[in-house]
């Protein structure tokens, strides 16, 4: 049985409907994410998994345990980052922060300490764990945040938008941390906007829309979905649904659009295309063939871009 | 047990660390005494033998409810807002037993708050009265405490469901501070009020302080009042109990744990 | 100006929205008074007359309440927006940063001053209160008092920005008019030191002109602390906004 199975787990907030039948699972040592835009129902899909939130139908399973029905025993082979720097004790230090969750997974005295001592020392904490975490940056606190999911030496780890508001570089080391996590045998299931790190960091990606799971496979084999060959990004002003170009034209800005259009030769298929868009009477403005990434499988599958 | 001990110690040194809560602490009875006091002042002390003794130890038992209404309902809110709500109970120790530890430094907080407040107005004010007799009383505030803490819980759910704690707050302090008797006698209060004041354990166990320390006829004879408080303290925490473990259930429905 | 309207707007949709709204302004009101009252009818039983003294609490305690209401509305209002984040989108629109906060503030000093009249009319009805200030007096009074109780406010706003707790910032402005100020009694009944620093605030003229004493000085006293206090807000304030600007909107939190 897989550390994390999900079976046509539904959630519905009065009339909208926020997870729609999703079903999945995630395998040990694997990082699984959940790929989608905003509102798309990945934060809600964490929450039930966690217990927070209790599914309106469906079953999500923690380690074997029925997280509706068994919650506590599910609780204890999971860690969770939900809100980031949001769940933390601003007047706490770092290491009593941790001593006090330490005590809320069961552990005590000695073992609590070392517990902790450990965590602070594997995420680079350690010289400044008895500071205010009011004192910490960002990063730290996110850090920090992820130490504290670990305390229960998780078999199922669920990261809720981990990098959202890091730089670069500390989103770097932190998704080195994850992939670290997930070497030791453990479960990442972890939910993102970015598609470079889900690309990067996922085994297998889930994507997200409306509610449901449209496509769900390793990140090759999505972007092998689009034909194996390359794709057209054509920069146009003045688009209109009736001009009937091929692809999906994505808003990028004010009266700006961007065609991707997914082709299997490139040298032929992209001034065909830019002379079909000047034809329709739209202006081309900058055109460009290039690997197709996880967003352009997005595009092409849900219809949808991922950054609005 | 390590949970309650856990949570106790995180609510001990964040109290500690703003400092500027210890001063409301101890000038909060000082300043909620003033206006009783010049009012007694001002009618020369009325019926009273001594008006300043009795609504001190008015004030000093009712700053239990405060105590549990901010300590518990206001501070719930806070950990919403911040969001370190959810980081805490999706860990495997139970929400009531975490919420308990809470509870149990507010108590301490709260003891401290009516001791300093005696002490200080003792000096500030002048009080007579039989004050060895304070221990005795432990027999009636020990089962009130329990039955205001059932209460605690009970409006904890409430806040969690509300979102909202400041006028709530703020207003049921002082109703049911009023209504226990704080500044003057519950036979004194219109007939309607009098009998919701009879349902309240701090009613009786304020009365019952009063009649050991001041002397004086107490409102029912002090046994029957000691019987009392028992039954309600195990009614109270019974009821405060069944009350947040339903508003826990249906928060994890509605999802409402995080938002704001 | 058009600034000041958006934020009037915006906080009384707010306010209207919370659900203890009604209960704030409507039974609140009445509620603390009477709390007073009983007190007194009590005490008056060892043969004081008693009948004088409900103008007295009723207007004492009701003005403290107003005072009360603004501190947590204003006082609490930039620290909500600023632990909120919303500070920092307000305060990057291009318009008057004063006016983003005095706005709502106002919205918040005149309906709770409706709440407050409206207690007093309630009062009046229920517990036979007979005032000793005839009603223009007690308007002029009111309206004399908006600026000082806008100016407290401001005032306690910038200190809450400084020392980052609502609630202690809160207790202890609202103490100071509780215990100095003379709510439940006559002034002449404070100790003398205490006298000396009721004098040192607005409410203890307000109050005096409510009671029946010489009103036209009172008013003119008021004014002076419309003045004076506005002034001392707006320049605590001004100190705000420069530090917000040098370090930020959410600083260390
Ligand atoms: N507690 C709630 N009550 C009502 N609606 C909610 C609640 N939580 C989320 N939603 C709605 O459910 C949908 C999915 O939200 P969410 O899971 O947070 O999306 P994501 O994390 O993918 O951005 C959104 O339309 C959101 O507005
Ligand atoms: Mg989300």
New binding site residues.
């Given amino acids: 049985m897989a550390p994390v199975e999900v079976s046509d787990l539904s ?1 519905r ?2 009339t ?4 729609d039948h999703i079903s999945f699972s995630a395998e040990a040592g694997e990082v699984f994410g ?1 790929l ?12 039930m998994l966690c217990g927070l ?1 209790l599914p309106t139908s469906g079953v999500a399973r923690i380690a074997g345990h029925d997280v509706a029905r068994h919650p506590v025993a599910a609780r204890r082979r999971l860690g969770a980052v939900l809100g980031g720097e949001r769940s933390l004790y601003w007047k706490l230090t770092g290491r009593e922060y941790l001593l006090y969750f330490a005590a809320l997974y069961g552990l005590r005295g000695a073992d609590a300490r070392r517990r902790a001592g450990d965590l602070l020392a594997r995420f680079r904490l350690d010289d400044r764990a008895d500071e205010l975490v009011e004192r910490y940056s960002t990063g730290m606190k996110q850090r920090l945040a992820l130490a504290r999911s670990m305390l229960a030496d998780p078999a199922v780890l669920l990261l ?2 981990p990098t959202a508001g890091l730089d670069p570089v500390s989103a770097r080391l932190l998704r080195d941390e994850v992939r670290a996590v997930a070497a030791e045998g453990r479960t990442v299931l972890l ?1 993102t ?1 970015y598609m470079e790190e889900a690309d990067e960091l996922c085994q297998r990606v889930a994507f ?1 829309t409306g ?1 449901r799971i449209v496509a769900l496979d390793a990140p090759g084999a999505l972007k092998r979905r689009l034909g194996g060959g390359a794709v057209c990004r054509v920069e146009l002003a003045g688009w209109r649904p009736d001009l009937s170009l091929p692809g999906e034209a994505v808003a990028i800005g004010e009266g700006r659009w961007e065609l991707r259009v997914p082709v299997s030769d490139p040298a032929a298929e992209l001034p065909a295309l830019v002379a079909q868009a000047a034809q329709a009477g739209a202006a081309v403005l900058r055109c460009e063939s290039v690997e197709p990434t996880l967003e352009d499988v997005f595009v092409a599958v849900a219809g949808q871009a991922l950054r609005a | 047990m390590a949970v309650v001990a856990a949570a106790f110690g995180r609510d001990r040194r964040i109290f500690f660390r703003y400092r500027l809560q210890i001063l409301r602490i101890v000038l909060d009875p000082l300043v909620w005494f003033a206006p009783l006091y010049f009012l007694g002042r001002a009618f020369g002390g009325g019926p009273f033998r001594d008006y300043t003794s009795f609504a001190l130890l008015g004030v000093a038992v009712t700053s239990y409810i405060g105590t549990v209404m901010w300590g518990i309902g206001f501070s719930l809110k806070q950990d919403m807002d911040t969001g370190v709500l959810e980081a805490n109970w999706l860990s495997p120790a139970s929400p009531s037993l975490q919420l308990l530890g809470r509870v149990v430094w507010s108590l301490v907080l709260g003891t401290a708050e009516s001791l300093l407040s005696l002490g200080l107005a003792g000096v500030v004010y002048g009080l007579q009265g039989q004050w060895q007799a304070l221990p005795r009383a432990l027999a009636y505030i020990g089962p009130m405490l329990v039955a205001l803490y059932g209460f605690g819980l009970g409006f904890a759910g409430l806040v969690l469901v509300v979102r909202q704690a400041n006028t709530i707050t703020d207003a049921g302090q002082f109703i049911l501070s009023t209504l226990s008797g704080q500044s003057m006698p519950v036979g004194d209060l219109p007939r309607g009020l009098a009998a919701l004041a009879m349902a309240l354990p701090t009613t009786y166990g304020l009365d019952a302080l009063r009649t050991l320390v001041l002397g004086g006829a107490p409102l029912l004879p002090l046994p029957v009042e000691q019987r009392l408080l028992a039954i309600m303290a195990a009614a109270l925490a019974a009821a405060g109990a069944a009350v947040f473990w339903a508003v826990e259930r249906h928060v994890r429905r ?3 744990l ?2 704001h | 100006m058009s600034a000041l309207w958006a934020g009037v707007r915006r906080s009384l949709l707010m306010k209207l929205r919370y659900p203890d709204f009604w209960f704030a302004y409507l039974a609140w009101p009445v509620i603390f008074p009477a709390a007073y009252l009983l007190t007194a009818g009590a005490l008056a039983q060892g043969g004081h007359g008693f009948a004088g003294y409900r103008a007295d609490i009723v207007s004492g305690t009701l003005m403290w309440m107003w005072v009360n209401v603004t501190c947590w509305s204003v006082g609490g209002a930039l620290r909500q927006e600023q632990t909120g984040g919303t500070l920092e989108s307000n305060w990057s629109s291009p318009a008057a940063r004063w006016a983003l906060l005095t706005g709502p503030a106002l919205t918040d000093i005149g309906l709770s001053l409706a709440g407050m009249v409206l207690g007093a009319l309630e009062c009046t009805l229920l517990f036979g209160v007979r005032w000793a200030a005839p009603w223009p007096v007690a308007a002029a009074v009111a309206v004399a008092s908006v600026p000082w109780v806008l100016g407290v406010g401001l005032v306690l706003a910038a200190m809450v920005f400084w020392a980052k707790d609502v609630s202690v910032m809160v207790n202890l402005v609202r103490g100071l008019f509780m215990v100095a100020c003379g709510i439940t009694c006559p002034l002449a009944v404070l100790p003398g030191w205490l006298q000396r620093v009721g004098g040192a605030l607005p409410m203890t003229y307000a109050l005096d002109a409510m009671r029946g004493g010489p009103w036209g000085t009172d008013l003119v006293r008021l004014l002076g602390f419309d003045v004076g206090l506005a002034a001392l807000g707006a320049l605590l304030f001004a100190g705000v906004e420069a530090s917000v600007r040098r370090r930020g909107a959410l600083g260390t939190y």
């Fill in positions: 959630k907030f009065g909208r409907v926020a997870v959940l989608g835009p905003n509102g798309a129902g990945k934060s809600t899909t964490v929450r939130l809720d938008e939910t906007h997200v509610g | 509605a999802g409402t995080a938002l």
